[in-house]
């Protein structure tokens, strides 16, 4: 009986390391495997380019005239317009080894580690929270004009990232999810909502910087606002009607945000720019900047909802506490309150005074 006892660890040790081992065979076999069958390829490639003569000094009639295409030489054609007599535009290869390349690879991951980041900093700093008590008092920050075409210009912007990220990365993503007919089907209606979506959200772009541009002016306040961290790192940073911050996402949707537009409005109407290598620049254009401002776009989402206390309210009911102007936008609850927009009313201040900010 002691002796059957004492056998017992060394066979649980044998079973153990069987485990492993046989654990590390499927691995290396695994890793292994496709390495065979890149050898295979490669044997069966030289092979093939033996018997056709390359290693007699000759050249591979199928490279041959692979080369021949990429020359993006003029033939003869039926078909009519610029380029019709080209069979393949050269740039067209490197187009689409940019935007299955680094585009994708580098867009694939940016977005994912804007989001880590963001996570990360709710954890360490914690939502930016109204610090005096709430009397009641409100103060109109949003008309309901100004709350319609931002909810309107918010909507479709996320339409058009959802479809416009599907289209980018739906190959490598969404086929092992919908599997090929599935996303066949959605990346039809995707690429149908995309384009129809785009003119529609390129006024309301146009419409946003019309009405706020001159609410967005850079001054001296706002250099203040960035070197005291917008209020987010302990230190009180005064603001007007517009903080820096606000401003500064103002302009990047007044340039950035117009490249895009422009971009896509190229890629949806073909007819018009009808040179390739247009379209192609365009597709690269309106590609990283897009990515670029969804990346972003989640940093404003942020901070106007789950990372400042009192802030979505604004663009939900149009009014927000006299605590919260004073706290964030100190300059313009001052302006209001000596002009008769006393802060004891349920919402005060004149229209003029009442111009909301773009956050």
Not at 30 to 37: F, K, Q
Not at 156 to 164: C, D, E, K, M, S
Not at 255 to 271: H, K
Request: hydrophobic share 45%; with cysteine.
């Amino acid at each position: 009986m002691a002796r059957s006892e004492a056998t017992q660890p060394r066979k649980k040790s044998r079973r153990w390391r069987s485990m492993v081992l046989s654990l590390i065979v499927i691995l290396a076999g695994a890793m292994i495997a496709p390495l065979g069958g890149y050898l295979y390829v490669g044997i069966a490639g030289a092979q093939e380019e033996e018997a056709a003569g390359g290693w007699q000094g000759e050249s591979n009639p199928r490279s041959e005239y692979w080369r021949q295409v990429r020359e993006s030489n003029e033939g003869v054609t039926t078909a009519s317009g610029p380029e019709a007599g080209v069979l393949m535009q050269d740039g067209g290869q490197n187009w689409r080894q940019l935007r299955n390349g680094p585009i994708a690879g580098i867009g694939g991951w940016f977005l994912p580690i804007v989001l880590l980041l963001i996570g990360a900093f709710f954890l360490i700093v914690g939502r930016n929270k109204v610090e005096k008590p709430l009397s009641g008092a409100r103060l109109q920050r949003w008309t309901l004009a100004e709350r319609t075409l931002h909810w309107i210009t918010a909507g479709l912007f996320i339409l058009l990232a959802i479809t416009g990220l599907s289209l980018l990365f739906g190959r490598a993503v969404l086929i092992p999810l919908m599997g090929p007919e599935g996303f066949a089907a959605w990346a039809g209606a995707a690429k149908l909502l995309h384009n129809l979506g785009g003119p529609f959200f390129a006024v309301c772009i146009a419409l946003i910087i019309i009405a706020w541009i001159r609410h967005n002016i850079p001054n001296r306040t706002d250099l203040d606002w960035f070197k005291a961290g917008g209020g987010m790192t302990g230190k009180h940073a005064s603001a007007g009607r517009m903080n820096g911050g606000e401003k500064l996402w103002f302009w990047f949707i007044a340039t950035v945000g117009t490249a895009v537009c422009v971009s896509g409005l190229v890629l949806d109407f073909p007819n018009i720019f009808v040179e390739r290598g247009t379209m192609q620049w365009a597709n690269v254009i309106h590609a990283i900047l897009a990515i670029g401002w969804i990346g972003l776009f989640f940093g404003h989402a942020y901070i106007g909802t789950l990372g400042t206390e009192g802030a979505l309210e604004g663009m939900t009911t149009g009014t927000v506490s006299a605590e919260w102007a004073e706290q964030h936008h100190d300059l313009w609850y001052r302006e209001v309150k000596n002009q008769g927009g006393g802060a004891d009313a349920p919402a005060t201040g004149s229209a003029e005074q009442q111009r909301p900010s773009t956050s």
